[in-house]
């Protein structure tokens, strides 16, 4: 087993990458999704249920452990793996979203963030230290950088302001992690929609050194379109050789133009909480399975689909446990959601070693739009 972290490139075809990161607690596999274990569990799953879909690696939250329970005493009881029961990588992000997202209860300068605690109102201190401290606690194999993501659109003075502010807590935050071999810290690319601010955020990143690069500042807002356009030139300014990360997305579309434009790993909260909400991600696009044309449907959400969910339960009895409000609808249709995104992953993985990526594009996309099949 590797000491070290590492990234091998397998195949590429355009460009699309596929390859293995290896940890000392396992290997990831790319492209791959992260499933969001935002307060130490992935919401209405047990963690060897997630690791059955297929997931490599789960993503925590600073933000959220370091409010409750705290990630000294996380640190007190073996660390993260072991307090979640989850013996494979973990990624945390810096918790710098969450505070941005605070707007009126924080306070910014140059040493960090002050903010409010949503939870009791008791006041903290967020800094690249802190964060790096944190994450250290935590145990994670995968630290992300403090930076600071102001929500799009913006002014360009902003986002420059912004971004050269993040590059300083970027500098700041590999200084504090310091060398802890078998973990890896990756550095955050700000810049918004703006070319040049981007090259020079790359630029500024490459120059202090990281294990991986995250696109940052990204589905904020600004839609598909402007995003795939930052994507057409953002990732190719990053080191070739390197993971690169884009945070926080997303849709099965968003994430299959991604790939497309050279993205190897994603997270998205979509998948778990549209699975609370009754919303499944299949071949032909989400259903619904609230609404009335599934009460009396005895067939599988997906007739393609392996998963527990669609392998032992039927639409008419989905609908039943939704409507009835009983805890087994949410647990049954995020399985099935964290299945079909790490089915569309490996998808995406394999047609990328075969070269041919194109014709698995397009199948998608032309399933999609043949929409969800007709009742009986």
Same mark, same amino acid.
Request: net charge negative; with cysteine; hydrophobic share 40%.
């Given at each position: 087993m590797t000491q070290?972290?590492q990234f091998d490139i397998?195949?590429?075809d355009?460009?699309?990458?596929?390859g293995?990161?290896?940890?000392p607690?396992?290997?990831?596999?790319?492209?791959a999704?992260?499933p969001v274990g935002t307060?130490?569990t992935?919401?209405?799953?047990?963690?060897?249920?997630?690791r059955?879909?297929g997931?490599?690696?789960?993503l925590?939250?600073?933000?959220?452990l370091m409010?409750r329970p705290?990630?000294?005493?996380i640190?007190?009881?073996?660390?993260l793996?072991k307090?979640?029961n989850w %013996?494979?990588?973990?990624l945390? =992000?810096?918790g710098?979203?969450?505070?941005?997202?605070? /707007?009126?209860?924080?306070?910014?300068?140059?040493?960090?963030v002050?903010f409010?605690?949503?939870? =009791?109102?008791?006041?903290?201190?967020l800094?690249p230290?802190r964060?790096?401290?944190?994450?250290?606690l935590l145990?994670?194999d995968?630290v992300?950088?403090? =930076?600071e993501?102001?929500?799009?659109p913006?002014?360009?003075?902003r986002?420059n302001e912004s971004?050269q @502010?993040s590059?300083?807590?970027a500098a700041?935050?590999?200084?504090?992690f310091? %060398?802890?071999?078998?973990?890896?810290?990756f550095?955050i +690319?700000q810049?918004g929609?703006?070319? !040049?601010m981007r090259?020079e955020s790359?630029? /500024?990143?490459?120059k202090?050194?990281?294990?991986g690069? /995250?696109?940052g500042?990204?589905?904020v807002g600004?839609?598909?379109?402007?995003? $795939?356009g930052?994507l057409d030139?953002a990732?190719? +300014?990053?080191?070739?050789?390197?993971?690169?990360?884009l945070?926080?997305?997303g849709?099965?579309d968003?994430?299959?133009?991604?790939v497309?434009?050279g993205i190897d790993? $994603?997270d998205?909260?979509l998948p778990?909480?549209?699975?609370r909400?009754?919303?499944? $991600?299949?071949r032909r696009g989400?259903v619904?399975v609230?609404?009335a044309?599934h009460? =009396?449907?005895p067939?599988? @959400?997906?007739e !393609?689909c392996?998963?527990?969910c669609?392998? +032992?339960?039927?639409?008419?009895?989905?609908?039943?446990?939704f409507r009835?409000?009983e805890?087994?609808s949410s647990m049954l249709?995020t399985w099935h959601? @964290?299945h079909?995104?790490?089915?569309?992953?490996?998808? @995406?993985?394999?047609?990328?070693?075969?070269g041919d990526?194109?014709g698995?594009?397009?199948t998608?996309h032309e399933?999609?739009?043949?929409? %969800?099949?007709?009742?009986?």
């Amino acid at each position: 087993m590797t000491q070290r972290f590492q990234f091998d490139i397998h195949a590429t075809d355009g460009k699309a990458r596929t390859g293995i990161i290896s940890t000392p607690r396992g290997d990831i596999r790319t492209p791959a999704f992260m499933p969001v274990g935002t307060a130490a569990t992935v919401k209405a799953m047990m963690p060897e249920s997630v690791r059955a879909t297929g997931a490599d690696i789960l993503l925590g939250n600073t933000y959220h452990l370091m409010l409750r329970p705290t990630a000294e005493r996380i640190a007190k009881l073996g660390g993260l793996h072991k307090f979640m029961n989850w %013996d494979r990588p973990i990624l945390t =992000d810096s918790g710098g979203f969450q505070v941005m997202s605070l /707007a009126e209860l924080r306070k910014l300068t140059e040493e960090g963030v002050t903010f409010k605690s949503h939870i =009791d109102g008791s006041k903290h201190m967020l800094s690249p230290e802190r964060s790096m401290e944190i994450q250290k606690l935590l145990g994670s194999d995968i630290v992300m950088c403090f =930076d600071e993501c102001p929500a799009l659109p913006a002014d360009r003075a902003r986002i420059n302001e912004s971004m050269q @502010l993040s590059m300083r807590w970027a500098a700041r935050s590999r200084e504090a992690f310091g %060398d802890r071999p078998g973990h890896a810290l990756f550095g955050i +690319q700000q810049g918004g929609l703006e070319q !040049d601010m981007r090259a020079e955020s790359a630029a /500024a990143l490459t120059k202090i050194g990281f294990d991986g690069y /995250a696109v940052g500042g990204l589905a904020v807002g600004e839609g598909q379109e402007a995003m $795939f356009g930052c994507l057409d030139y953002a990732p190719e +300014q990053l080191p070739q050789d390197k993971p690169r990360y884009l945070m926080g997305v997303g849709k099965p579309d968003d994430i299959v133009g991604a790939v497309e434009r050279g993205i190897d790993m $994603f997270d998205c909260v979509l998948p778990s909480r549209s699975g609370r909400t009754g919303q499944a $991600f299949t071949r032909r696009g989400v259903v619904n399975v609230k609404n009335a044309r599934h009460m =009396d449907d005895p067939r599988p @959400l997906d007739e !393609d689909c392996t998963c527990p969910c669609c392998s +032992q339960y039927s639409r008419a009895y989905l609908s039943h446990v939704f409507r009835a409000q009983e805890m087994i609808s949410s647990m049954l249709v995020t399985w099935h959601n @964290l299945h079909y995104y790490q089915e569309l992953m490996a998808g @995406l993985r394999a047609a990328i070693a075969a070269g041919d990526l194109a014709g698995f594009v397009k199948t998608f996309h032309e399933a999609r739009a043949l929409g %969800d099949i007709e009742p009986l």
